[in-house]
C-alpha cells in the first residue's frame, strides 16, 4: 500500500466526514474523522481498505465501508457497535468526537474485516421514500387536469417503494395528504402553495432499475437500511414504513435500463401513464439522456384526450438543489412545480396560475 493512496483515501474519508456532518449525520461525520486517522496509522481500517485505496473520487468508498459495518450492526453480528448505533436501539455517544462509537467500529473493522471488505465492492444503493413528496403533488396536480386513474412507470426506481408513494401520508398545513394510519409519515414534507386537493387512483405499479433491489427479501431489506445513516432516525422510519408498505402493496419492478422501461411504455385510453424518476439522470450518459428524452417525446406525441400522458421528475439542477417539473400530454404544458434538497424533503411548491 503505497503511502501516496493511503494519504489520497485519508483525505477522502475526511472529505465524506464533513459532507456527513453538513447532511446531518455527526455520527459518521465523527467516525470518518477516526477512520482516516487509523488508516494513516496502519489500524483496522488500512487492513480493510487495503487493496481498495484506488477508487475513484466519486465512488463514495468511505459510504461503502460504513454501510457494511452497519450492515453487521443491524444483522446483530456486531452488537458492540449496535450499542452506539441508534438505528439498531443504541445510545448516542455522549462525548465529542464520540470516542466509544469509534473504539466499537474499530473493533468490528478488526473483527470481521473480511465481511466489512465483501461490501466494498458494490456503490451504496438507496432508495429515498422522502422523494415521494414531490412525486404526490404532481400526482395531485396530473388529478386535478383530468380526474383519471394512474399508471405510474418510474425509471431507476431502486427497489420501488415510491411506486407506493399513495399510500404515504403528508401532514401539515401546507396541503395534507392521505391515510393518518399510513406507516410513511413525510413529515413537513409539503412547504408554500400547496398542491390541489383532490384524490388520486393508482391502478398500476411498475418499474426498472438496472441493479432492481428487491425490498421483500431479507438481503434487499438489510440492504437498503444498511446504507441509510444510523443517527438519521426519520429516514429510517420512513424507509421502515415503505418496506412495511411494500409487502402488502405489489409493484412490478424489472432489472432494465431507463430506455427499457421507456421501451415497454404504452398509453391505456382513459388513464394517465405517469413516468417519474428521481435523482437517476446524473448516472445516465449522454447517449442514455438523449434516449430518455426521445422515449418521453415519442409517449408525449402519442397522448390523446383519453390515454393522457405525464413525466414528472426530481433531479439535480445547474443552480444547485433539485426542481420539481411536470409536463402533461396531449397539449405538453411544462411547469416547474418547485424545488426540493436532494433527500427529498421538504418540497417548496411554487405558485401555480
Ligand atoms: C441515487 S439512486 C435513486 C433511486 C431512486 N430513484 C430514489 O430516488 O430513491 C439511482 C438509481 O438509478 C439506477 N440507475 C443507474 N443507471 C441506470 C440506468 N441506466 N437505467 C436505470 N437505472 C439506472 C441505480 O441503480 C440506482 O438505483
Known amino acids: 500500500m503505497s503511502g501516496t493512496s493511503q494519504q489520497r483515501t ?61 450492515a453487521l450492526a443491524l444483522s446483530g453480528m456486531a452488537p458492540e457497535l449496535a450499542a452506539w448505533y441508534p438505528s439498531t ?31 466494498l465492492d458494490r456503490p451504496p444503493q438507496t432508495n429515498e421514500v422522502g422523494r415521494a413528496a414531490a412525486l404526490l403533488g404532481g400526482l395531485m396536480h396530473i388529478a386535478a387536469e383530468a380526474d383519471l386513474p394512474i399508471r405510474l412507470v418510474e425509471i431507476g426506481a431502486s427497489a420501488g417503494l415510491n411506486l407506493r408513494a399513495d399510500r404515504f401520508q403528508v401532514p401539515g398545513d401546507a396541503g395534507r395528504y392521505g391515510d393518518p ?21 393508482v391502478v398500476e405499479r411498475t418499474g426498472g432499475d438496472v441493479a432492481p433491489i428487491d425490498p421483500l427479501s431479507g438481503h434487499g431489506r438489510l440492504t437498503l437500511t444498511a446504507y441509510v445513516w444510523p443517527d438519521q432516525t426519520d429516514r429510517l422510519a420512513r424507509l421502515r414504513g415503505a418496506l412495511a408498505i411494500a409487502a402488502r402493496v405489489p409493484a412490478d419492478l424489472r432489472a432494465e435500463s431507463a430506455s427499457a422501461t421507456l421501451a415497454r411504455t404504452e398509453l391505456e385510453p382513459g388513464t394517465w401513464t405517469v413516468v417519474w424518476h428521481s435523482i437517476v439522470r446524473q448516472y445516465l450518459d449522454e447517449q442514455q439522456r438523449a434516449e430518455l428524452a426521445e422515449g ?38 411544462r411547469r416547474v412545480l418547485g424545488s426540493a434538497p436532494a433527500h ?6 411554487r405558485p401555480q396560475n
Open 89 to 119: 436501539g443504541g445510545t448516542v455517544d455522549p462525548e465529542p468526537a464520540s470516542p466509544q462509537a469509534w473504539a466499537a467500529l474499530r473493533q468490528t473493522l478488526a473483527d470481521h474485516g473480511e465481511a466489512v471488505r465483501s461490501w
Open 10 to 70: 485519508a483525505q477522502l474519508l475526511s472529505r465524506q466526514a464533513v459532507a456527513c456532518r453538513e447532511l446531518g449525520s455527526p455520527l459518521y461525520g465523527d467516525l470518518l474523522a477516526h477512520a482516516a486517522a487509523d488508516l494513516l496509522a496502519g489500524g483496522p481500517t488500512a487492513d480493510v481498505l487495503a487493496g481498495h485505496l484506488d477508487y475513484r473520487p466519486g465512488s463514495a468508498l468511505a459510504l461503502r465501508l460504513l454501510g457494511g459495518a452497519h
Open 181 to 201: 394510519g399510513s406507516p410513511v409519515v413525510l413529515t413537513s414534507g409539503w412547504q408554500g402553495d400547496p398542491p390541489p386537493s383532490v384524490s388520486i387512483e
Open 296 to 333: 418521453v417525446a415519442a409517449l408525449g406525441e402519442a397522448a390523446t384526450d383519453s390515454a393522457r400522458f405525464a413525466y414528472i421528475y426530481l433531479e439535480q439542477s445547474r443552480a444547485g438543489g433539485c426542481l420539481v417539473p411536470l409536463t402533461t400530454w396531449p397539449v405538453g404544458h
Open 344 to 349: 427529498g424533503l421538504p418540497v417548496h411548491w
